[in-house]
């Protein structure tokens, strides 16, 4: 078993920056892919970011140019680095991580960005 546990949410004002990391723990082989994923009230949850083995990173297109996803191996850890917010990126933010046995997921963390 897997566990993830997300940290550094929080509220923050329009052009503001947050931090975003996921640190994992338990059964770790290795994981082909972690990545943020979001859920705004009455939407569907969204990939956000992902970054896949060999280091490739996948995008929405709502945070090009804006968030950058990175991944520290030796410490099984995931960040999302989240400048220029705006109002629309308020959300609850997931980690998730694939590995051989499964896909997992964090508790979430909430992103508030005011106006």
């Known amino acids: 078993q897997v566990q993830l546990v997300e940290s550094g949410g929080g509220l923050v004002q329009a052009g503001g920056s947050l931090r975003l990391s996921c640190a994992a723990s338990g059964i770790i082989v290795y994981f082909n892919a972690m990545g943020w994923y979001r859920q705004a009230p009455g939407k569907q949850r969204e990939l956000v970011a992902a970054?896949?083995?060999?280091?490739?990173?996948n995008y929405a297109d709502s945070v090009k140019g804006r968030f950058t996803i990175s991944r520290d191996n030796a410490k099984n850890t995931v960040y999302l680095q989240m400048n220029s917010l705006k109002t629309e990126d308020t959300a609850v933010y997931y980690c998730n991580a694939q590995q051989y046995d499964g896909d997992y997921w964090g508790q979430g963390t909430q992103v508030t960005v005011s106006s």
């Open positions: 970054i896949i083995r060999g280091g490739r990173t």
